[in-house]
């Protein structure tokens, strides 16, 4: 359950954020969260409602943006689409594929007030 | 007045009564007409309503979703102000790692993070090494567990220095916890510092403490498949070491089905296989260390 840690660095950004352009309350939070990292999104949900309870963002909505997995294939030398964190290259099945997309752990933008 | 489609549906509410059942049939994405904030208004109203929606209040009753700060309606992302943020939500622990891997390579110390699931034999192997190089090494250690200092003193009882991390509820170290540690612990000069992170194979994998090293250690008495089931840890980490190798004539542990589930998943790891309890494999293990210490960060 490291999602409560992840969320109470989220609410570290958002307080942060909060005190430097002065706003005072978060109505919407977007998240890119990698399909193949190691986040569990439903968890980062209930973490969330529970760690901004009494702060700027208590009552707001967590929209998270899943992000395609991608890797480079070392043998196709191109680009692969991967659905699972160490799958093999879509295009000739090897293994020597590096992720590049689908890790992402990313506060994109907020809806504040 | 709505301005993506100009509908007078979600704009003008006399006294709050909710506009959405005006009978104005569309159906176009924009969710603003039945929010499902719950937050209390601590503004004030000189009209009982209750309502749920959004925002907009303090223009007599006006609201206008393409009026607000950002002054444009994006559907979904309704009024007021939409501020760019895209910060990483690790970006704070890598900052402290970052301080962290510093400090350590300042001193020329080696930092080796141990990982595994609890009762893997992490501390046990950490005494033995300890003992058998303290010679060669100033070594200090930090300890992680959620509860006790049990370990930290096993550690002590060696004569090396220890900090013990309690996380409490927490299920791994972060950089920020090591950070403080590191402000009491005396690290000598081309030393080495052994972490011990909480007993715990998913979480510690995506936080970076400052170390040079990842060392997953897995024990015989586990599944052979766990390399699979785990993968964030073994492709985090840099060294495998397979624990407890004086078991396997009483275990039905296939060695190699393992060690190839381990590459699979992370092609660099390298493997060895040791028991802390017979010394079996160590000495590889202590050539792997001496080959790193000294030049702790020059593979970063």
Redesign the interface.
């Known amino acids: ?2 999602e ?3 969320t109470e ?2 609410l ?2 958002i307080e942060e ?1 909060s005190r430097r ?1 002065g ?1 005072s ?1 978060v ?2 939070v977007r ?1 890119e969260v990698g399909a193949i990292g ?1 986040v569990e999104p439903h968890a980062l949900v209930f973490c969330f409602d529970a760690v901004t309870r009494g702060t700027v963002a ?2 707001a ?1 967590l ?1 998270i943006i899943s992000t395609p997995g991608a890797g480079w294939c070392f043998d196709c030398e191109k680009s692969t689409a991967l659905t699972e ?2 799958g093999a290259c879509a295009y000739c099945g090897g ?2 594929v590096q992720m590049t997309a689908g890790d ?10 | 007045m709505c301005s993506v489609c100009g509908c007078a549906t979600a704009t003008i509410e006399k006294s709050g009564a909710p506009a959405a059942g005006d009978g104005h049939g569309h159906d176009h994405g924009h969710d603003h007409h039945a929010h ?4 209390p208004h601590d503004h004030a109203h000189e009209h009982p309503h209750t309502s749920d929606h ?2 907009g209040h303090d223009r007599e009753n006006a609201h206008d979703y393409g009026g ?1 700060l950002a002054g444009v309606h994006v559907p ?18 890598d900052s402290y790692a970052r301080a962290n891997r510093a400090r350590i390579t300042q001193r020329g110390v080696l930092a080796l993070n141990f990982v595994s699931s609890p009762g893997s034999g992490k501390t046990t192997l950490l005494v033995r090494t300890i003992e058998d190089l303290k010679d060669r090494f100033e070594i200090a250690v930090i300890e992680g567990d959620q509860q006790t200092s049990n370990d930290a003193a096993r550690i002590r009882a060696t004569g090396a220095a220890a900090i013990q991390i309690n996380t409490g ?4 170290l ?1 950089a920020h916890m090591v950070g403080h540690a590191l402000e009491q612990l005396p690290l000598g000069k081309g030393g080495l510092l052994f972490i011990e992170n909480v007993g715990n194979l ?2 510690p ?3 970076d403490l400052g170390e040079a090293h990842k060392i997953v250690v897995l024990s015989t008495t586990e599944g052979e498949d766990k390399p699979a089931k785990y ?2 840890m073994f ?1 985090a980490a840099d060294l495998m070491l397979l624990n407890k190798s004086d078991l396997l004539p009483h275990l039905d542990f296939d060695v190699g089905a393992c060690l190839a589930a381990a590459l ?4 660099r790891l390298q493997t060895l296989v040791v028991s802390a309890r017979t010394g079996e494999g160590l000495a590889a293990f202590y050539a792997w260390i001496g080959a790193r210490a000294g030049g702790a960060g020059r593979l970063e």
Not at chain 1, 104 to 113: C, Q
Not at chain 2, 36 to 39: E, I, K, L, M, R
């Open positions: 359950m490291h409560m840690s992840l660095g989220i570290d950004i954020e352009r706003f309350r109505r919407k998240l190691h208590e009552g909505e929209d964190r160490f293994r020597r992402e752990l990313r506060l994109k933008d907020m809806e504040v007030e | 499902g904030h719950s937050h959004a925002s607000g979904g992302m309704s009024q007021e102000r939409i501020v760019s943020i895209e910060r990483d939500i690790l970006s704070k622990n509820k927490g299920c791994h972060d998913v979480c994998a995506a936080f993968p964030d492709a699979r998943v992370n092609p």
